[in-house]
């Protein structure tokens, strides 16, 4: 049962456990949270989502869900003290996202 999403090439989601966690991390690092904010938001089809899912399902037996994200809830995570940043208001140096504050 995984939401099929057609015509967007960015369409950003969130992997969601059936029992209602959010899987967040990155690398081999992964964790479920509770945490909307702290979730990690997957770009559908750049990461392969339907891909990926469909083998965890096949190999591990297990389901995840896909949720689409509103455009309005993502936000970068500033590097220096962690804290969530509107897109438009953060600074990216190439390596690090950081707010206003972080910046100066
Ligand atoms: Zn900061």
């Excluded at 392969?48 to 591990?60: D, F, M, V």
Aim: aromatic share 10%.
């Amino acid at each position: 049962m995984f939401l099929l999403m057609t015509g967007s090439d960015a369409t950003k989601v969130f992997i969601k456990s059936p029992d209602g966690m959010y899987l967040s991390g990155a690398g081999k690092d992964w964790a479920f949270t509770e945490h909307r904010n702290k979730a990690t938001v997957f770009d559908y089809t750049r990461d392969r989502i339907a891909e990926q899912l469909e083998g965890l399902q096949k190999t591990q037996g297990i389901v995840l869900l896909v949720v689409r994200v509103d455009p309005k809830e993502i936000h970068e995570r500033c590097d220096g003290c962690d804290e969530l940043v509107a897109p438009a208001r953060a600074f990216f140096d190439g390596k690090n996202f950081f707010c206003g504050d972080c910046k100066k």
